[in-house]
């Protein structure tokens, strides 16, 4: 025993002296069968002490290992891993594992087969396996327990990690600890506590490794990827060559390509390249593709590799060798291409068809023209021309084109319209405020319980702001704006990470009733409206950029194509991919993705003033053109890599001379899906009695009011019809709807019951910061004596508490019934809410009944 506790504490000090390696090159490993004992010595032959290893092999089916001494065994199926000791984990140079080479019992008699060590072969014959990657990830099961052990193999600390995996269907992952779990149906993510985030060098996430429950014993997760690589550290398999490349038709300047497709490896297929020579011609998701430009009477090479979504390419094709053809050999045309009709459309897209044109020397294709821009080229009698805007009406002509590149003429014109946005019915868009959790604890939870998100189709949540020194999209700070509304520094650097997703929601708090343990990487606000679209699928969340204080940096995101593309970019990048800064150990890469549909721009107000402080810049009404077809284009690009369209949407005003100074309605409506129109706010009293303070007014009649005294006379009706007027489809405009009131108090009679009469200064608010505001149900419930009138004429509703009292402007039930039935009337796409936390259900089911 003395002799034995000796070697143990030499082998400690081994250990506690050796050299970490990060290859284990050189081990190797000698099995032995006495019997059912089954042993493994391993070896190191190499100058250098050797720690870390583990030894896989197969075994027959049925056979299984069991009763380890000096180390752990696990098996899944034929599979088995022998994890050593502690205590034999390093290997001297020169030396092995005896007297402690691990040992275990096989239920039969057998040879194991495919031995690696390290990844290597046990015998150390073949090439050398290639270094580990940084993290790799190890799973164990025991019944229901499933455990996964993160080792960091490299010489330095990673901080951050999330292990991604597949379950047969029906199986759930839950109960995590030290770590959480999210699903969506078999993909489960497992995120680390803030406390195993950081893994040291050469160390592992023991003894806090994360830990969950499986909803049915002895699963085994597949698909495993730690940071979107393999767990096991093996690199991801490439695709197969795409086979049988050829050439269906050519021309003077073009070479059409087809192949068979390619075999997926370890990850999904993304597309294919198609090459010239050694030049990259193209990139396409199908298993065809044309290359254009070429010179007449030439040969060229062309070869294709596949890619997965990691960019990994696989091996070249067979390489083709084409000759484009002498135009010098066919001067004839082809016939004009008759018939074209539209087979069908949808909110971003027109499909046509045509009958096909004849040519002596044979058709090779048609060019689809959308007015004078070429929209597509194809080699068959129908096209889906994409990339189109909303409830818009496009004209086409195809033109054919034959193998030596004469071109007919243009076929008879077709107009066609895409379809709207929300299909046949009505859009209901709601604005939800992300302080809302706060003072007025409206969660998104309140959205499902009150019934709203049943019946909204869209939801911006509000707001995002812009980074003054980099001007690109801000996240991942929380800092507050300062008190003073005047302050033109008021929102510089400001947002609210904590509420967007740093945040634990309670229980009562969420939304499927379960609470974030507060290791989640996503929590908040952008958690809870995850689970808000997994309960109502149709319903999509756009996040909105700006607001009142958050627009004083548009003007320079705006004011040059690169500041335009770099702001677009990294909106769409934080929000619809989902790339989230790190914040409170939340966040990181992908963290958000999924969450948000579509972008709604609120820049109040191009070439106009705003906010205190805000920047205006001579050109913003051309570039707010410019900003929002970068929004188009680029969110279209995404689409060709996703297969999702992504909504483009403006809070734009009601004021004609702020519509003049920033807004060309009719270009930007190319690109545009919604303009939400300001319909409220038309009159009002600020929180520092600025604005209104000394008369009552509406805030947002539908019609103008015959006793208005303003020289200049606001109404919902007037505010539309700029928008038509200026050419928008009636379909993509929605009108503005508040869901709070606007107060006065010290307000005369004057026989009018308080309407358009003189006042003191802005009501109580229902928050102390927030004098002249209330929130519909708090008005109705809390400014008492306060009685409701409907003013006819102009479609308006106020309360009036008497004579030197309180007067409020606001929308009813009764007023928002009227304003459907006139939106209805003018075919207009539906209603917007700012915003929801004003309601607990009267108001949004008087906006769904007017619209059904």
Same mark, same amino acid.
């Given at each position: 025993?003395r002799?034995?506790?000796?070697?143990?504490?030499?082998?400690l000090?081994?250990?506690?002296?050796?050299?970490?390696?990060?290859?284990?090159t050189?081990?190797?490993?000698?099995?032995?069968?006495?019997?059912?004992?089954?042993?493994f010595v391993?070896?190191?032959?190499?100058?250098?002490?050797?720690?870390?290893?583990?030894?896989q /092999? &197969?075994?027959p =089916?049925? $056979?299984? *290992?069991? +009763?380890?001494q000096?180390?752990?065994? %696990? #098996? !899944?199926?034929?599979? @088995?891993?022998?994890?050593?000791?502690?205590?034999?984990?390093?290997?001297?140079?020169?030396g092995?594992?005896?007297?402690?080479?691990?040992?275990?019992?096989?239920?039969?008699?057998?040879?194991?087969?495919s031995?690696?060590?390290?990844?290597?072969?046990?015998?150390?014959?073949?090439?050398?396996p290639?270094?580990p990657?940084?993290l790799?990830?190890?799973?164990?099961?025991?019944?229901?327990?499933?455990?996964?052990?993160?080792?960091?193999?490299?010489?330095?600390a990673l901080?951050?990690?999330?292990?991604? /995996? &597949?379950l047969? =269907?029906g $199986?759930? *992952?839950? +109960?995590?600890?030290n770590?959480?779990v %999210? #699903? !969506?149906?078999?993909? @489960?993510?497992?995120s680390?506590?803030?406390?195993?985030?950081?893994?040291?060098?050469?160390?592992?996430?023991?003894?806090?490794?994360?830990?969950?429950?499986l909803?049915?014993?002895?699963?085994?997760?597949?698909?495993c990827r730690?940071?979107?690589?393999?767990?096991?550290?093996?690199?991801d398999t490439?695709p197969?060559?795409?086979?049988?490349?050829?050439?269906p038709?050519?021309?003077t300047?073009?070479?059409?390509?087809k192949?068979?497709?390619?075999t997926?490896?370890?990850?999904?297929l993304?597309?294919?390249e198609?090459?010239n020579g050694?030049?990259? *011609?193209?990139?396409?998701?199908?298993t065809?593709a044309t290359?254009t430009?070429?010179?007449?009477?030439?040969?060229?090479?062309?070869t294709?590799k596949?890619?997965?979504?990691k960019?990994?390419?696989?091996?070249a094709?067979?390489?083709?060798k084409?000759?484009?053809?002498?135009?010098?050999?066919?001067t004839?045309?082809p016939?004009v291409?008759?018939?074209?009709?539209?087979?069908?459309?949808?909110?971003s897209?027109?499909?046509?068809?045509?009958?096909?044109?004849?040519d002596?020397?044979?058709?090779?294709?048609?060019?689809?023209?959308?007015?004078s821009?070429l929209?597509?080229?194809?080699t068959?009698?129908?096209?889906?021309?994409?990339?189109?805007?909303?409830s818009?009406?496009?004209?086409?002509?195809?033109?054919a084109?034959?193998?030596?590149?004469?071109?007919?003429?243009?076929?008879?014109p077709?107009?066609?319209?895409t379809?709207?946005?929300v299909?046949?019915?009505?859009a209901?868009?709601?604005?939800f405020?992300?302080?809302?959790?706060?003072g007025r604890q409206?969660?998104?939870?309140?959205?499902?319980?009150?019934?709203a998100?049943?019946?909204l189709?869209?939801?911006?949540?509000?707001?995002?702001?812009?980074?003054?020194?980099?001007?690109?999209?801000?996240?991942?700070?929380?800092?507050?704006?300062?008190?003073?509304?005047?302050?033109?520094n008021?929102?510089?650097?400001a947002g609210?990470?904590?509420?967007?997703?740093?945040?634990?929601?309670?229980?009562?708090?969420?939304?499927?009733?379960?609470a974030?343990t507060?290791?989640?990487?996503?929590?908040?606000?952008?958690?809870?409206l995850?689970?808000?679209?997994?309960?109502h699928?149709?319903?999509?969340v756009?996040?909105?950029?700006?607001?009142w204080?958050?627009?004083?940096?548009?003007?320079?995101?705006?004011?040059?194509d690169?500041?335009?593309?770099?702001?677009?970019?990294?909106?769409i990048?934080?929000?619809?991919?989902?790339n989230?800064p790190?914040?409170?150990?939340?966040g990181g890469p992908?963290?958000?993705?999924?969450?948000?549909?579509?972008?709604?721009?609120?820049?109040?107000?191009?070439?106009?003033?705003?906010?205190?402080?805000?920047?205006i810049g001579p050109n913003?009404?051309?570039?707010?053109?410019?900003?929002i077809?970068?929004?188009?284009k680029?969110?279209?690009?995404?689409?060709?890599?996703?297969?999702?369209?992504?909504?483009?949407?403006?809070?734009?005003?009601?004021?004609?001379?702020?519509?003049?100074?920033?807004?060309?309605l009719?270009?930007?409506?190319?690109y545009?899906?919604?303009?939400?129109?300001q319909?409220?706010?038309?009159?009002?009293?600020?929180?520092?009695?600025?604005?209104?303070?000394?008369?009552t007014?509406?805030?947002?009649?539908?019609?103008?009011?015959?006793?208005?005294?303003?020289?200049?006379?606001?109404?919902?009706?007037d505010?539309?019809?700029?928008?038509l007027?200026?050419?928008v489809?009636?379909?993509?405009?929605?009108?503005?709807?508040?869901?709070?009131?606007?107060?006065?108090?010290?307000?005369?009679?004057?026989?009018k019951?308080?309407e358009?009469?003189?006042?003191t200064?802005?009501?109580?608010?229902?928050?102390a910061?927030?004098?002249?505001?209330?929130?519909?149900?708090n008005?109705?419930?809390s400014?008492p004596?306060c009685?409701?009138?409907?003013?006819?004429?102009?479609?308006?509703t106020?309360?009036?508490?008497?004579n030197?009292?309180?007067?409020?402007?606001?929308?009813?039930?009764?007023?928002?019934?009227?304003?459907?039935?006139w939106?209805?009337?003018?075919n207009?796409?539906?209603?917007?809410?700012w915003?929801?936390s004003?309601?607990t259900?009267?108001l949004?089911?008087?906006v769904?009944?007017?619209?059904?």
């Amino acid at each position: 025993m003395r002799r034995a506790a000796a070697l143990l504490s030499a082998l400690l000090l081994l250990i506690t002296m050796a050299v970490p390696a990060h290859a284990a090159t050189g081990l190797t490993a000698v099995f032995s069968l006495n019997g059912n004992q089954g042993k493994f010595v391993v070896s190191n032959p190499s100058s250098s002490a050797i720690t870390g290893w583990s030894i896989q /092999f &197969e075994l027959p =089916s049925g $056979v299984t *290992a069991s +009763n380890p001494q000096n180390a752990t065994i %696990s #098996q !899944s199926g034929t599979k @088995v891993k022998l994890t050593p000791a502690f205590y034999i984990n390093t290997v001297r140079a020169g030396g092995n594992t005896e007297p402690f080479s691990p040992t275990f019992t096989l239920s039969s008699a057998v040879q194991p087969t495919s031995c690696t060590i390290n990844r290597a072969n046990c015998d150390g014959s073949g090439d050398p396996p290639p270094p580990p990657a940084p993290l790799t990830a190890e799973f164990t099961g025991n019944g229901t327990q499933g455990k996964f052990v993160v080792s960091n193999n490299s010489a330095t600390a990673l901080n951050g990690w999330t292990i991604t /995996f &597949e379950l047969p =269907s029906g $199986v759930t *992952a839950s +109960n995590a600890q030290n770590g959480s779990v %999210s #699903q !969506s149906g078999t993909k @489960v993510t497992l995120s680390p506590a803030y406390y195993n985030t950081t893994i040291g060098a050469n160390r592992s996430t023991e003894p806090y490794s994360p830990t969950f429950t499986l909803s049915r014993s002895g699963v085994e997760p597949t698909n495993c990827r730690v940071n979107d690589v393999q767990c096991d550290g093996a690199p991801d398999t490439p695709p197969s060559a795409p086979g049988n490349l050829s050439s269906p038709v050519k021309t003077t300047k073009s070479v059409s390509l087809k192949w068979d497709a390619s075999t997926p490896g370890t990850l999904p297929l993304a597309g294919y390249e198609v090459y010239n020579g050694g030049d990259l *011609a193209t990139t396409v998701t199908e298993t065809s593709a044309t290359v254009t430009g070429l010179t007449p009477k030439t040969e060229y090479t062309f070869t294709v590799k596949a890619k997965d979504r990691k960019g990994n390419l696989s091996p070249a094709s067979a390489a083709l060798k084409v000759t484009t053809n002498d135009p010098a050999d066919d001067t004839q045309p082809p016939t004009v291409p008759t018939g074209l009709r539209s087979t069908g459309a949808d909110a971003s897209s027109v499909s046509l068809a045509w009958n096909a044109s004849t040519d002596n020397k044979g058709v090779a294709g048609y060019d689809v023209y959308e007015g004078s821009r070429l929209a597509t080229s194809v080699t068959g009698t129908s096209a889906k021309v994409t990339g189109l805007s909303p409830s818009t009406e496009y004209t086409f002509t195809v033109r054919a084109r034959d193998q030596y590149d004469n071109v007919s003429a243009a076929g008879t014109p077709l107009k066609a319209k895409t379809a709207d946005i929300v299909g046949s019915g009505y859009a209901r868009v709601g604005y939800f405020v992300q302080w809302g959790i706060y003072g007025r604890q409206y969660f998104v939870k309140n959205l499902d319980t009150t019934g709203a998100a049943a019946k909204l189709t869209h939801l911006n949540y509000a707001f995002a702001n812009i980074d003054p020194v980099n001007l690109t999209c801000l996240n991942g700070v929380t800092k507050g704006t300062s008190s003073d509304p005047q302050d033109p520094n008021q929102g510089d650097g400001a947002g609210d990470a904590d509420a967007d997703y740093g945040r634990p929601m309670s229980s009562a708090q969420s939304v499927d009733g379960v609470a974030d343990t507060g290791w989640e990487k996503l929590r908040g606000n952008f958690n809870q409206l995850k689970k808000l679209k997994a309960k109502h699928p149709k319903l999509k969340v756009l996040i909105s950029i700006g607001g009142w204080t958050y627009s004083k940096y548009f003007s320079d995101v705006a004011a040059t194509d690169a500041s335009r593309k770099k702001f677009v970019s990294s909106c769409i990048d934080m929000y619809i991919k989902g790339n989230l800064p790190t914040y409170n150990a939340a966040g990181g890469p992908g963290s958000a993705a999924g969450i948000f549909d579509g972008i709604d721009l609120d820049w109040e107000w191009p070439g106009a003033e705003g906010h205190a402080g805000n920047h205006i810049g001579p050109n913003d009404k051309e570039n707010n053109t410019l900003l929002i077809a970068e929004f188009r284009k680029q969110l279209d690009e995404l689409t060709k890599e996703t297969g999702q369209r992504y909504d483009l949407t403006a809070f734009t005003p009601a004021d004609p001379a702020k519509i003049e100074a920033g807004w060309d309605l009719r270009e930007v409506a190319k690109y545009m899906d919604i303009f939400n129109v300001q319909g409220y706010d038309f009159h009002g009293s600020g929180s520092d009695n600025s604005w209104e303070p000394n008369r009552t007014g509406h805030a947002g009649n539908l019609y103008t009011d015959v006793d208005d005294p303003y020289s200049f006379h606001f109404s919902v009706e007037d505010a539309v019809q700029t928008y038509l007027d200026a050419g928008v489809n009636p379909r993509k405009i929605t009108i503005g709807l508040a869901f709070y009131g606007r107060g006065w108090q010290g307000v005369a009679d004057g026989g009018k019951s308080g309407e358009w009469q003189s006042a003191t200064g802005a009501a109580p608010g229902q928050f102390a910061e927030e004098a002249g505001t209330r929130g519909y149900s708090n008005l109705v419930a809390s400014v008492p004596g306060c009685t409701v009138k409907h003013d006819e004429q102009a479609v308006a509703t106020y309360c009036y508490t008497g004579n030197g009292g309180q007067w409020w402007s606001f929308d009813d039930t009764w007023s928002i019934g009227k304003k459907m039935a006139w939106l209805r009337d003018k075919n207009l796409l539906g209603a917007m809410i700012w915003e929801m936390s004003g309601d607990t259900g009267t108001l949004m089911s008087a906006v769904d009944n007017g619209l059904k």
